[in-house]
């Protein structure tokens, strides 16, 4: 078998050489002295590196370039001593355990393969026009490729040419080719990634000619990628956060209810809008000042950077009072300083502001007036702008809203202390985050920072980085397009994408709307309604029946958090996404790989948003070789099959893995009253399952990670009528308390004949109702094991 696979690989080989490069001539090869092979040609020199078995990277210097060795996205280490290479007279072939780069000399000619298949190959490679330097690949006529950031296309993207310049799209809809993320990166369905590891801008062009041709072009930089495979799509995620850096963990107040708008205005109007969710006992562990902080105008105060006295008079009391409400204050800040700021003559004569050509501050306009671009490329402007966030966090601030990092407008005459404004204008947001997360890590090394961006690049998430889908219209339409843009960052593994709950642009006031993206929201990384203020974003300002329906998604978040807190645990250990495509579950059906309206939330749970008006049902597919439970009404439904389902108003479809444990919290106000001691903990039995496990982190919610943590292992074992539970707790320290666990198991159908907890007899709790058998479970953590036995009748 093998020989055929290589056989065939071979004939596709063979196929792709119809179109090369046929100037590149092979000269030489070596290896020895350096221990990177390298290939000379003759218009220049490849070299190749790993950084795994998984991870290869290629770099091509053109004849009389010098070597650029920085790289913005990549913190991995080179392993040096995982190649093997073998050379004959017409080619080279470097492997690692599982890759393959074939090297063939003539006509020349780069490969790849994966566990002997070939994966991809350079078409022309490294080429140089007048304007743009490319590199080219052949694609196979089938594949679907992903990738390019965030956009709104379809999850299929092959087709387009994608412009990779980070641009705001305001009030976008069901399509946008061009947003805040442009990333240098392409997935395929064959399960492969290719990351071009340059900054400056360019084009990623998908195929867009229609002659299997991926290509990479770009105004200047490194000639540089890396090409990343993996046996699941969970590999390839977990592969490329190992090469480019895992996300830190969030604190657990992230994941709680965030008040905001654009914005609020005073000191009595933020605390006034916090009395009312606590009024209507609505859970909210944050709120948000937009803009009103720094200046009362809308235009002309932007680059103020200092607490707005006329408005805030007590700023830090204010702050103070919310912590001790269990809710934390988050302030935006932008990177542009206007003219007519407070702080413009400091950036001027502290000489932390991008140049113009002859070396004076560059100014120009744009919405919010005469402005300057804050340079955080000079080591000075750098420690300028931290201060500044050193002095909110100072006052109490918890988290920090980036907005405009594109930058919104940058010209492309404006020069940087490292380049030009086209060098660096795709990083500019990604290492505006890393200016902050250093300055926490330097300043505050015991706070988790919460870091909300606009704009980023590849590598971001180790940085903290939570970015946000932009000014997305309020309307339908603009709801469409937010699953498949949460799913593509996800699998680029910027995982915690997620949009203004509600819509953001557009006086649009629509609360079935407004419910289903709240709805849809309770199954998002982050839960932040948002919008301008001529419709209300926060659910105590709309209607009664608005109100109840986005309450009861709201509890519903925070029942969920000890499940939700876990995903942060699994994307931060293993690069996994929070929201993931079916095609993670099925790689191998074509189907579903440009579906996005039904979608895993985690391992377990399976959500169908509703993404049109009026609809009383929708159609469900269900990932085959499982057996799925409705949340809400235990119904069974084999997997495999599509499956017209009944909406409520109340709730979107969402279904739970057969054999899945999920652990439930009872709700409280904000995440400061979480209770990690007292919980549901449902299973959700099927005869077919007869082994089941589950882990689930925890921790006090804040502290750095392997400080004080648990991790408990859930087991399931069903044999004949015998039912056997166990708990163990896998790491621990310095939790030692009495858990109070109650255990439901689901899709139980009759009455069982006996329950025994580490040998004592319980009493049996069964509902015939809803086939639920509950169970009341009292385990010290300190001790080790807890087992659970339940005879059925037959």
């Known amino acids: 078998m093998k020989h055929l696979i290589l056989n065939l690989a071979l004939l596709f080989f063979t196929v792709s050489l119809t179109a090369q490069n046929t100037e590149r001539k092979f000269e030489s090869f070596s290896w020895a002295n350096t221990g990177v092979p390298s290939v000379k040609v003759s218009d220049g020199i490849y070299t190749f590196i790993s950084y795994s078995s998984e991870i290869v990277e290629t770099s091509f210097l053109p004849t009389g370039e010098t070597l650029q060795l920085k790289s913005h996205a990549v913190v991995g280490k080179p392993n040096f001593s995982i190649f093997k290479v073998t050379e004959n007279e017409k080619d080279i072939v470097i492997e690692s355990k599982t890759i393959q780069i074939k090297v ?45 950031g965030a956009r709104a296309l379809g999850m299929n993207r092959r087709g387009h040419r994608l412009q990779l310049y980070n641009r705001a799209h305001y009030g976008y809809e069901t399509h946008s080719e061009l947003m805040n993320f442009t990333l240098p990166i392409v997935l395929s369905s064959n399960k492969y990634m290719i990351h071009f590891d340059n900054a ?28 990343i495979v993996g046996d699941s799509w969970y590999d390839i995620t977990n592969n490329y956060t190992d090469l480019t850096g895992k996300q830190p963990m969030l604190p657990r ?41 720094f200046g009362k105008d809308l235009k002309g105060t932007m680059g103020n950077l200092e607490v707005f006295r006329d408005s805030f008079p007590d700023f830090e009391g204010m702050v103070k009072r919310l912590n001790n409400k269990g809710v934390k204050t988050i302030t935006i800040t932008e990177p542009f300083v206007l003219t007519t700021s407070k ?46 966030y050193k002095g909110l966090a100072d006052k109490g601030v918890a988290g920090v809203w980036g907005d405009l990092g594109e930058p919104e407008v940058h010209p492309n005459w404006v020069q940087h202390h490292t380049g030009s404004a086209d060098e660096v204008h795709n990083i500019y947001g990604h290492d505006w985050a890393r200016l902050i997360h250093e300055g926490y890590e330097r300043d505050f090394p015991d706070t ?65 709307l407004y419910a289903r993206w709240l709805q849809y929201g309770v199954f998002n990384p982050i839960f932040r309604p948002h919008a301008q203020e001529d419709v209300p974003s926060e659910p105590v300002f709309r209607s009664t029946k608005a109100k109840d329906l986005a309450k009861q998604a709201i509890e519903l978040r925070y029942k969920l958090l000890p499940y939700n807190y876990n995903l942060v645990y699994e994307n931060n250990q293993f690069g996994k996404p929070l929201m993931r495509p079916l095609f993670f579950e099925e790689s191998d059906n074509p189907e579903l790989f440009n579906y996005s309206k039904t979608y895993l939330w985690g391992n377990d749970i399976l959500v169908s948003p509703v993404l049109e008006a009026g609809l009383t049902e929708q159609e469900v597919y269900f990932p085959k070789d499982n057996v799925w439970f409705d949340f809400y009404t235990h119904e069974r439904i084999v997997g495999g099959q599509t499956k017209m389902v009944q909406l409520k108003e109340n709730s979107i479809p969402t279904y739970v893995r057969g054999g ?4 439930l919290t009872k709700v409280v106000q904000s995440t400061d009253e979480y209770d990690s001691v007292n919980y549901e903990l449902h299973y959700y039995h099927d005869a077919s399952i007869t082994k089941s496990d589950r882990e689930f982190y925890n921790d006090r919610g804040n502290n750095k990670l392997n400080e004080i943590y648990e991790i408990i292992n859930y087991r399931a074992k069903g044999k004949r009528n015998v039912l056997n539970f166990e708990f163990e707790m896998m790491s621990k320290v310095d939790f030692d308390y009495l858990k109070s666990i109650k255990l439901v198991i689901h899709n139980i159908a009759k009455k069982p004949r006996s329950i ?39």
């Not at 400056?200 to 090409?227: A, C, M, W």
């Not at 001790?783 to 005879?791: E, F, G, M, R, S």
């Open 200 to 227: 400056p801008i360019g084009f990623l062009d998908l195929d867009s000619k229609g002659d299997n041709t991926l290509k990479y072009e770009t105004i200047s930089g490194r000639k540089t990628y890396q090409v």
């Open 660 to 663: 899945s444990f999920v652990p």
């Open 343 to 388: 702080k413009w003559d400091e950036a001027v004569e502290k000489d932390v502001l991008a140049k113009d050509s002859i070396g004076n501050p560059a100014k120009y306009d744009f919405y919010f007036g005469n402005t300057g671009l804050i340079d955080i490329y000079k080591p000075e402007a750098e420690k300028w702008f931290w201060n500044i």
């Open 253 to 293: 107040w992230a994941l709680g209810n965030f008040s905001s708008r654009f914005g609020y205005h005073s000191q009595e109007e933020v605390e006034m809008t916090i009395d009312k969710f606590k009024e209507e006992e609505i859970p909210v562990d944050a709120i948000i000042l937009d803009l009103y902080w």
């Open 756 to 794: 025994t907890v580490n040998n004592n007899k319980e009493s049996v709790n069964w509902n015939s109702e809803n086939n639920m058998l509950t169970i009341p479970i009292k385990w010290f953590a300190i001790n080790k094991l807890k087992t659970i036995k339940i005879k059925l009748k037959k």
């Open 104 to 148: 063939t000399k003539t006509p020349f000619q780069i490969s790849y393969y994966y566990k002997d298949k070939l994966i991809t190959s350079e078409k022309a490679g490294y080429v140089k026009n007048d304007s743009l330097e490319t590199i080219e690949f052949n694609l196979t006529k089938d594949e679907v490729l992903y990738g390019g």
């Open 448 to 512: 988790r920072p919460f870091i909300l961006m606009r704009a980023g690049y590849s590598g971001s998430q180790r940085y903290g980085m939570i970015p946000w889908s932009g000014d997305v219209n309020r309307t339908w339409g603009g709801l469409q397009s937010q699953p498949e843009i949460a799913l593509q960052m996800g699998m680029q593994c910027l995982a915690y994408m997620h949009s203004d709950l509600g819509g953001f642009a557009g006086a649009n006031l629509d609360d079935e």
